[in-house]
Every structure is written in C-alpha cells, then in structure tokens.
C-alpha cells in the first residue's frame, strides 16, 4: 500500500467539525459562549454552500446544535453523537488519505493527539479518541500512527512536499525522542510526502502559552504545487513583522519534492496588531479550500479583507472566496482551518 494525502484542492466528499462544548475555552459567560457557538455555526453554513458537513456534538450540546445549525438534509449539515471535550477537529479528528493503485479505498491516519503537548489548559483526552471514531464512521483504513501530530501541523502538495514545523514535530512535550529523520520516514510512510520542508518556528502568539507551539496552517500553504502563499506581516511594531521576514528568506532557499523553487506569494495581515491578549495572530492564510470555494477568514476589515480574498482568489483561479468572521474563533486559539477536517472523495485527483 502507498498511501498519499491529496492536496485541499482536491475533490471532498465533506468536511468534518466538532461543535463546541461548555468550557474554559468556550467562554466564562453567557455572551462569550454564544459569540463561539456562533462562530462554528457560521463556518458551517458556510462550507455547506458547496459541501456536505458533517458535526460531532457532545450529548450536553445535541438540543443547542440542532437548534443553531438546521442540522437537516436541506442544510447539508449532519450531526454525529460523540463525546467531545477539545473542538479543534483538524487537530484531534483523523489526516485523510487515498491509496492511487486502489481508487476506491479511503484511509485515516489517526495521530497520537495530546493536547498540543500536555498542556495544562487543554482538556483533550475525549477528543483523542475522534480519529479512530470518524474512521469507523467512514470505513476507513485506519493508519495508526506513533507519532504525536496535529492536522494544524502539517500541510502537502499532493505530490510529495510536506511542510512542518521543528518547534511542533520535535516538541519534546511531544515527541521526546524524534528526530527530523524519523518524523520524515513517519510522513512518507502515512502520507506519502517524500520531501519535508521544516520552518524553524510559528508565529508569536501560537508560540505563547495558550498556543499550539507553531502550527504550519497559521503561517504558510500550497495552494498549487510550486506555489507557497505565506502570512506577512508588514507592520514593523509587530514581533512577527521579523518572523515573518525570516520564515520567507528560509522558505527562499527551499526546494518542493519536484525539485522547484517555491513561487512565494504574499498574504499581509490585517491592520490590527493587538487585542486584550496581547499582539494578535491574525492569519488569513488559516482558510479551508472546498469543491469550487474558499472559506476565508474575516477580521472586520474592509479593506484588509477584500485584498485577502482577492489574493485567494488568484492563487485558486475558479473558486469563490466567501469570508467569515473568524475573530471569534482566534480568540479561542485558532481560526477557520483549525476547526475543520476535508474528506477527499476516493478516485479523484486535483
């Protein structure tokens, strides 16, 4: 077997997401809690334009989510009993594959997930338990995996490249003893990504407490092979204005497993530096691409939002870009990608 993971570009049979649960996450109030229901909602009505949508839901949460989201055929919006505590599925929910000498055969690479390496914050041990469950919902081959990784942690080509990050594979809160050699072997016999291009670190607010120590999905992606669109920051009184700046002259001297040097497009950031928390880490770069679209995330910029979604709409010639208000979710600890899984339709290619 030679499994490979397509490219977001390619064909989804759905997306996946978990609804949100009460919890430290979630929001201490009434107004916070609903501000995040909202927002998961919002980002599947969204998806369900132009795919099916499948939503894990806590048994405590089955009455709201049937409520907010319409969770009926006509909605294109299916929900799943299961328990939930963690509601990033992209990070806790299985990474789809296909093997191309079986067309008809789906697998899922099910991680080791450990709440981004233990943290003392995070309540994961329910949701480490998604990526075997989603495989049986699918009848997927499972691909059990020893390696602790997140969904948010890598992104492909389709054709061999895989991007990762040192600080997230080798976090030794994760993975005490890998080296770079092991985690490529791991990537290539799961993903079939014959060549791994590592960034040295994340941005600054996911490299903070509360963050995910660099996940790849906030900084960079592949939107065609040979292209890489990177997340820029051009404001100077920002830390990431320098990190930014570094990660593209890296990126500069790297190669894709086709052996081209990437065409690197970028992605600015929205104007606004800070929030009660600190220097933000707005990342329109954090959009899920689905059949014939793009959820892009919004910040309630004008200005900063329509350059984002002309920019996407470039780099995925054919698409339609739509943008939802993601504020809410990074709030919370991530944006738009982090909270949804695509499954590949079986057979088809980008």
Request: charged share 25%; net charge negative; glycine share 10%.
């Amino acid at each position: 077997m030679a499994w490979r993971m397509p490219a977001e570009t390619a064909p989804h049979e759905r997306t996946w997401m978990a609804f949100p649960r009460e919890g430290e996450t979630l929001g201490e109030t009434a107004a916070e809690r609903e501000e995040g229901y909202a927002a998961w909602v919002a980002t599947a009505h969204a998806i369900a334009e132009f795919e099916p949508v499948t939503m894990l839901v806590d048994p405590s949460e089955i009455a709201r989510a049937r409520r907010m989201l319409g969770a009926t055929a006509a909605h294109g919006i299916e929900i799943v009993e299961v328990p939930v505590d963690e509601f990033w599925l992209r990070d806790s929910g299985p990474t789809f594959v296909v093997d191309d000498a079986r067309p008809g055969v789906l697998g899922a690479v099910t991680w080791i997930f450990n709440g981004w390496g233990d943290q003392d914050w995070a309540d994961w041990r329910l949701s480490a338990q998604h990526g075997a469950f989603i495989a049986e919902q699918v009848g997927a081959e499972r691909i059990s995996s020893l390696l602790v990784n997140e969904g948010g942690g890598i992104h492909v080509d389709g054709e061999g490249t895989v991007l990762l990050t040192d600080t997230v594979q080798l976090d030794p809160r994760r993975n005490r003893y890998a080296t770079r050699e092991r985690v490529e072997a791991e990537m290539a016999r799961t993903l079939g990504a014959t060549h791994a291009v590592w960034l040295p670190r994340g941005l600054t607010r996911d490299s903070e407490r509360f963050g995910t120590n660099g996940h790849v999905d906030i900084v960079a992606t592949i939107p065609t092979p040979g292209t890489l669109l990177l997340h820029t920051q051009v404001d100077p009184g920002h830390p990431d204005h320098a990190v930014t700046d570094g990660l593209r002259a890296h990126l500069e001297r790297q190669t894709d497993a086709a052996g081209r040097s990437f065409d690197i497009v970028e992605l600015p950031a929205p104007a606004t530096l800070r929030d009660d928390e600190g220097f933000v880490d707005w990342s329109y770069v954090n959009h899920l691409v689905v059949n014939d679209g793009v959820i892009a995330c919004g910040f309630g910029e004008e200005t900063a939002d329509a350059r984002a979604r002309e920019i996407l709409e470039s780099v995925y010639p054919g698409r339609r870009v739509v943008t939802v208000d993601a504020r809410p979710i990074f709030a919370r600890g991530g944006g738009v990608h982090c909270i949804t899984q695509q499954q590949p339709t079986v057979g088809a290619r980008a």
